[in-house]
């Protein structure tokens, strides 16, 4: 028995603009059904805000003269997302939160994602995981999404400790941080 109609999909999915996890919920089924009714329907799957913020990085890295490859398309277990002129490697983080004139990032990953302790990711007291970028990039990308605004920030991957878990960077000028540098910071990357 089908839960919602072809219709009632398309109008929730792609005008309402809903996941499935919460289209799912409304209509009382797992989310893996809403996903094979889509699919069956072919209405087609939107892009993540990562793979949006993979895009428009690459685009304006491209832009700037660099020859960009997305490792992660031939290698989902690679451990940074892009590869500038065969050499420099850049780590993209994606962010649609906002609160109080701040993007939010998390850089945490937990332990369900099947991620375990290594020379490149340590265990946190909290028992979630963290990615040591400044042994697995040279430049951290962070892209902000908001009101129809692209925000970004570009660090060298030393810039963020460790054990840091989450980083909030200002998209207002009225708030000052010491990560205000490197908002478009485009030309540190060499």
Sequence with gaps: MVAVTESQLRDLYEVQGKTDKQIAGEYGV?????????????????LTVFDKGVKDVTDKLESLGFKVK???????TANYDLLLNDLIKIEVRTSSALDRG?????????ASTGVVESDIRI???NGHFR??????CDYIIFVGYEEGNINYWV???STVTDTIQ???LNISPMVTSKFD??????????
């Design 30 to 46: 797992d989310r893996t059904r809403i996903s094979q009714l889509r699919k069956q329907w072919g209405i087609t799957t939107r």
């Design 70 to 76: 997305n490792v992660k398309k031939d290698d989902k």
């Design 102 to 110: 701040r993007q939010h990032f998390r850089l945490l990953e937990q």
């Design 123 to 125: 265990k946190l007291k």
């Design 131 to 136: 990615k040591l970028f400044r042994r697995t």
């Design 155 to 157: 660090m060298r991957s």
């Design 166 to 168: 989450s980083l909030g």
């Design 181 to 190: 540098v490197c908002r478009d910071a485009w030309h540190i990357i060499i």
